[in-house]
């Protein structure tokens, strides 16, 4: 992948001088470059690889303190002298958030402390009201961790600092850029709240998301244990057993020799297969790959390769030197061996089998020239060496800086088991998306430390099938295994049933990789990235999955009294409704969810389409499905194209679209449906259980309707052309039976008899309006001798769950 050097508009003189050079890239980004000596550089960054951008619409005027820049977006102002922040300021259009909308070279404008996250950024550089990007690692991290800065801002405007950035020599290869001192170079993006066009602009000046493989968006089992082989092909074949889906087999460093001779050092580096616990590497990884699995390796290339390795001859014969014993020092600054390192130390264990590498950096960005930081060279190089050996690159690694994103798939780190590690992970993967970081895999369920709980097991996994790329992974404890047998009911059930959920959206989840790669939208967004309200601000951890869905991760254990656990969760406006209840939710407020271990809320957008693999399916990962089930929810019209790669690459679209007002239904198969859909099922959600279930169907025959829990499934059998639907039912919307959910509600319940009974008459009598007298109920005797307890009470926390029920009822 050879970066595009891009070329700098100087034609007007006023905006370049001296020192100084002003460059407007987009309508919405500007490039400011202050240097000392006049030279300036216009060599790709690892983050601006494409500058030779369509000139966007400016007016340059000369003012009496210097120039002046005009766009629709932006009013640039500057002396044409050092960077000040008297003589150099951004002027956001249309009245973002007031005077504060004016960014000022080293201004201090911070947000008040309840309305900023914790960032760490450049020194001498305020982040403004930065809405975050990404971090390094989350190593060690229990909690929030402060996160680098985006492109998007709660007042309007962000800098991206790209002063001292790596660059891309002649040959494509990474170098220190070596900037004089003082020497600048900023982009301001003056995007307002519209983060959708700010990150677009991102991705047009970095380098687009590439598309992934569709294996990498299936599930992945990852341990860090010391498996062997026998050990290894057992546990697959359990999954197997389990009806568990599994597409990319991890495994850990100890494929690799670890017990060695003390006079070489440290066994965490090393390069030559364990043959007494993998005798046949090559054929153990073929037997991976006959389950449909892809194979990948950790590696921590830090201490280079020593003189033991299978490798180390033939590595010193590429660089010409002699096999003396001595290690071969892993060296990013020289080309030679970092030359080698590809062609010869991994293409001969890719010839083995290994499909794609884990690399595992942890030393640092330091090497023997300052500023040439290793992650980014192992991350670029390993990326590109990659796409060689694959129709897509893939690697999995750290995050290195503003176009890390070029290089998926991001390892966020080493997590601690603990509440506060997993309540982080929602906010940390949604802010990713401002630096257009969107494909995070995380360590689903903790890697190190921390307790059992399964509850929060549980709850980690149900994140993780609503996350970018789903690896379940724990340490080395012999106890710490994230199999779902290890978890007690209702946390197994619920554990396996998610994961076969996951293979089950694959066709969502690619047509969302797509989306990514062609329109810069990540698969997890902010909901302010929709809603710009200021509750939707403050709703960080919840975010929009793909085009369709929102989702809102339970992060904190279940309440004692109710057994469910809570989410507080703000919707746009529109209706919305969960897939797994059938409740719907006007948008537009804020609501708390209760739910049990069986799911979290998961709720489509009205007119909304979510494309499933068909029950009883295999879910192996396979380019096409051949039987689907589609989710539809009520409350509006709405159309969503299905697009499905087929195996020689090409993609097919697959349209539906829900007419609320007529009451119509269409599915409009691919013009060459590859997969040859003959059988659908259609489960309407959020639809009024009252209305008329007749239905006309042109283009196919109704096979079973089904009714149950607020959700109509219809099978159906077409002929292959288009399927219109037509009923009542799909004007309409409805709710569950809100009596039937308060029952349920309070059989779960661990609160007194009594009690239960005096809600269940007050609901049944007053609906809605129960809800007050629920209130008091405790403020006087309850119990047949007339004790006060307090099973006798309602708790805050049943009362909320009573309300989240019964409020649309009123």
Known sequence: MRPIEASTDDKNPLLRGEHYRITPLTDLVVRLEWSPSGR????????????????????????????????????????????????????????????????????????????????????????DGNLGGAARTLDLADGQIPLEGGVNSRLGYAVLDDSDSMVFDDHG??????????????????????????????????????????????????????????????????????????????????????DIDPTFGSGWTGYTWNRKLFPDPAEFQAELHRRGL??????????????????????????????????????????????????????????LGTDFWWIDWQSGPYSKIPGMDPLWVLNHGHYVDSATQMDRGLIFSRYAGPGSHRYPVGFSGDAIITWKSLAFQPRFTAAGANIGYGWWSHDIGGHMDGFKDDALATRWVEFGVFSPIMRLHSGSSRFSGKEPWKVAEPGRGAIIEHLRLRHRMLPYLNAMNLRAHRDGRSIVEPVYYEDHS??????????????????????????????????????????????????SYEGGQGYRMWRGLESIPVLLRAGGFLPLAARGESLDVQTLFPQLEVLVAAGASGRFGLEEETPDGEWQKTVFELDAEAGALRITPAEHDLADRREWTITLIGFSQEATRTFDIDGAQLLDVECMDQRVRLHLRGDGSAIVIHSGLLSTVGQPDPLAAVEQLLADAQTGFVLKDKIYHLVAVHGAGALSAVASLGRYPLGHLGEVHDYDAATPELLSALTEILEDEA
């Open 534 to 583: 200021a509750q939707a601000y403050r709703y960080l951890d919840e975010y929009l999955f793909g085009s369709q869905l929102l989702v809102a991760p339970i992060v904190v254990p279940n309440d004692p009294v109710l057994q469910m656990g809570c989410s507080d969760v703000f919707l746009p406006r529109g209706r919305w409704t969960d897939v797994f209840t059938g409740r």
């Open 173 to 258: 290869h990474l170098c220190p850029r070596n900037a004089e001192p003082d020497y600048q170079d900023l982009y301001i993006f003056a995007a307002g709240h519209d983060h959708v066009a700010a990150v677009r602009d991102f991705f047009a000046i970095s380098g687009s998301q590439p598309l992934l493989p569709r294996f990498a968006l299936g599930n992945w089992w990852s341990r860090y244990h010391r498996y062997d082989e026998a050990e290894y092909l057992e546990l697959m074949d359990r999954f197997e057993a389990e009806k568990v889906p599994f597409s990319v087999a991890v495994i850990d460093m100890d494929w690799h020799l670890t």
């Open 294 to 351: 892809r194979v990948t390796l950790n590696v921590h290339p830090a201490d280079g390769v020593r003189a033991f390795e299978d490798a180390y001859v033939p590595l010193c014969r590429a660089m010409g030197r002699e096999p003396n014993g001595a290690p071969v020092s892993f060296d990013v600054t020289d080309q030679r061996f970092m030359d080698a390192y590809f062609a010869v130390l991994h293409r001969g264990l890719e010839d």
């Open 40 to 127: 300036f550089d216009d060599r790709p960054t690892t983050f601006a690889i494409h500058r030779d951008l369509p000139t966007p619409q400016i007016d340059v005027q000369s003012t009496d303190t210097g120039v002046r820049l005009v766009t629709g977006h932006y009013v640039l102002d500057y002396d044409r002298g050092p960077f000040t922040t008297n003589g150099l300021s951004v002027a956001v259009r249309g009245g973002v958030t007031g005077y504060r909308s004016v960014w000022r070279y080293e201004q201090d404008l911070s947000l008040p402390a309840d309305r900023q996250l914790s960032f760490e950024g450049r020194p001498g550089r305020s982040l």
